[in-house]
Every structure is written in C-alpha cells, then in structure tokens.
C-alpha cells in the first residue's frame, strides 16, 4: 500500500504501487473487489498528467483519490468503478485535503488556501 488504508467497519480500502484500488472484507480478509485506477480511463497519457497521488479518502461513500497535479478520481466505493474524473485545482494539491463544515479544503503548490463547498 503507498498509503495508509482506510478502514470501515466491513471494509479496508487501499491502493497499491501498480495503480491498484483494491476492497477487502475485514472479516475474512478475501479481495471483494480490485480495481485499476486508469483501466476506465480512454486517453492513455492522462496518467502521467494526473502525477502522484497526494491523499485518497472517503467522502459522501465514495472513494476520492487526488493528485499533486490538481485531479480528482471519484470511484463506488461498492465495487470500485470509477464515477468521474476532474481538474480541481490549477497549482496542483500541495497538501493533505481536509473537510469541515461540509467544505473541502487544501492547500496548493503556490501556498493558497483553497476552499469547496
């Protein structure tokens, strides 16, 4: 894991080096489900625009996965397949992305504090 997983109370998320999101059961420990982050994805270069990942969490049962280029994957965090993909931020996340008072929150590669409702 190139993270810290995140564990639910039936589940642990993690993503591997090989670009893999994987789903565990906690009880048994059996994959539930694994997914390549790219695989549904059709352009093949926006892998290397969307860089290294900054920080992957949980948010409104989802699985957000964010790059230090700016870009945000949101993928079902029932059986991992991927709900959208966008550029949230020019300057790129320069920091861990933080939620409070139902606004996400991150700093980016400039310093600015930005914020999202």
Do not use: H
Not at 90 to 106: C, P, T
């Amino acid at each position: 894991s190139i993270f810290k997983p995140i564990i639910t109370s039936k589940y642990t998320y993690a993503i591997l080096k090989n670009d893999l999101l994987i789903c565990l059961d906690n009880i048994s420990g059996n994959v539930v489900w694994s997914k390549n982050i790219f695989v549904d994805i059709k352009k093949k270069k926006f892998k290397n625009k969307f860089g290294k990942i900054a920080d992957f969490k949980i948010v409104n049962s989802e699985i957000n996965i964010y790059s230090i280029n700016g870009y945000l994957l949101t993928f079902n965090f029932n059986n991992g397949n991927l709900i959208s993909k966008q550029k949230i931020s020019k300057s790129g996340i320069g920091s861990e992305v933080i939620f409070l008072d139902d606004n996400m929150m991150f700093i980016d590669r400039r310093n600015k504090l930005l914020k999202f409702n």
